[in-house]
């Protein structure tokens, strides 16, 4: 079953999130993730809007978590953390229909 790592980004630092955009793709690669989204326009329709939403798709919630987790990952972390202030959360997606 697929899982999901949903991120709401607000930017401060725009050059040291410039490096962590530019170097985050190969390792999200390695770890058979996808992005679904990587900002764009949005349209609120309820509640607080969000300000850069990123959704990433993992096949499973396991390599999810070894993204997440792992040594290749910890030093974008590191620096997505100065560049950034975020809300991160790992969702199970729903199985493919029968």
Excluded: C
């Excluded at 969000?50 to 396991?62: K, S, W």
Aim: proline share 9%; no cysteine.
């Amino acid at each position: 079953m697929p899982a999901y790592l949903i991120a709401n980004v607000r930017v401060k630092d725009a050059a040291k999130f410039e490096e962590y955009r530019a170097l985050v793709p190969a390792v999200i690669a390695a770890h058979g993730g996808r992005y679904l989204v990587r900002g764009g326009a949005m349209t609120p329709k309820e509640g607080t809007p969000p300000h850069r939403v990123v959704i990433l798709e993992f096949p499973t919630m396991d390599a999810a978590q070894q993204f997440y987790d792992s040594d290749d990952y910890a030093p974008l972390l590191k620096l997505r953390l100065e560049a950034a202030d975020s809300d991160v959360t790992l969702v199970d997606g729903v199985a493919p229909p029968a």
